[in-house]
């Protein structure tokens, strides 16, 4: 973690952006996926240089818009025989 971005966690403070490695880190999402969300307008992005910086608030909304996980409890084992 850089330095910038311990300071950003210590103190509370969100970033205003993120690049897309970072993107990719903090979602789990692809590169390719995260290139994708900016062409379909879900990531905003800015251009700093060569750079390409993704909005964080645009990923915040994008992540509170999916659906909630539904997932079965598993079944219970069945006790293993020791003998």
Do not use: C, D
């Not at 971005?5 to 880190?25: D, H, N, R, Y």
């Not at 290139?35 to 251009?47: F, Q």
């Not at 060569?50 to 069945?78: D, E, F, G, N, Q």
């Amino acid at each position: 973690m850089a330095t910038s971005e311990k300071l950003f966690v210590s103190a509370g403070i969100e970033p205003l952006t993120l690049t897309v490695e970072q993107t990719v880190l903090a979602t789990g999402e692809s590169r390719s996926k995260v290139y994708e969300l900016i062409g379909t307008g879900e990531y905003e992005a800015k251009k700093a240089g060569s750079r390409t910086l993704i909005v964080y608030a645009s990923i915040k909304r994008r992540i509170a818009a999916l659906p909630a996980a539904k997932i079965k409890a598993p079944k219970p084992r069945r006790p293993q025989h020791t003998t």
